[in-house]
């Protein structure tokens, strides 16, 4: 059984502060990997993929992969409130399929 | 813009009722999904499909079935609905397997009575 693991918080950061979510993953042969965001009662929203080992960076968020070890990370930086969401970690295999974790809410407190 | 759309925002039936839930997309997206999402038990796959009549079961197909007939439409259907398919379902679309990106669409939630 393939499986995504998050913690389900809530992580909780004062305004202005870098929040740091996690993510591992069971399958060694995992492809691709997302960050979504969802707003409590709306649909999950697409915030980055990452392919490779390493960071990515677009404006306030940096996506890290670290194949080795089966984890993916997200980090915000410069919190603020309306970043405040579920935010979930989606990871791709040899298939069409992704797979998705349970999401871990954060707040960010003004 | 990627946009997908789903018929209805909200719906309410009776237990025994055949019930459809249709996705549309216009961005000539290859595969589609449908999903359902329950508190603590996070997004789980129902059916995907990666061509036009074609269709894949996914980790939760019982109680479930699906058409395709048209690239842009992917249409989910309750054979007879029951209390514990009382959820959010949503639909995603993605081009194909390279580009693997799903977006979703705004989802429908379903109370069955």
């Known amino acids: 059984q393939k499986e995504v693991e998050q913690n389900s918080g809530p992580l909780s950061v004062p305004e202005g502060a870098i929040a740091s979510l996690n993510c591992t993953y069971s399958?060694?042969?995992?492809?691709?990997f997302f960050w979504y965001r969802q707003y409590s009662g709306k649909s999950p929203e697409l915030i980055m993929s990452?392919?490779?080992?390493g960071d990515k960076e677009d404006g306030r968020f940096t996506a890290q992969l670290n194949k080795a070890s089966q984890y993916v990370s997200l980090l915000i930086r410069d919190s603020q409130p309306s970043d405040s969401a579920t935010y979930l970690c989606?990871?791709?295999?040899?298939?069409?399929?992704?797979?998705f974790g349970s999401g871990t809410r954060l707040l960010v407190r003004p | 813009d990627v946009k997908v759309t789903q018929s209805s925002r909200y719906l309410v039936k009776r237990t025994g009722e055949k019930v459809f839930l249709e996705c549309v997309q216009d961005?000539?997206?290859?595969?589609m999904f449908w999903y359902r999402q329950d508190p603590g038990l996070g997004l789980r796959l129902i059916y995907f499909?990666?061509?036009?009549?074609?269709?894949e079961k996914g980790d939760i197909p019982e109680g479930y079935s699906v058409s395709r007939e048209k690239k842009e439409r992917f249409s989910l259907i309750l054979e007879s609905a029951s209390t514990n398919q009382t959820s959010m379902y949503l639909c995603?679309?993605?081009?194909?397997?390279?580009?693997?990106?799903?977006?979703f669409g705004p989802g429908t939630r379903l109370l069955v009575l």
């Open positions: 961005m000539d997206h290859e595969n």
């Open positions: 990452i392919y490779s080992n």
């Open positions: 995603a679309s993605s081009l194909g397997q390279i580009q693997e990106t799903q977006y």
């Open positions: 399958d060694r042969g995992s492809q691709s």
């Open positions: 989606a990871v791709k295999d040899s298939s069409y399929k992704l797979i």
């Open positions: 499909s990666y061509d036009v009549k074609m269709k």
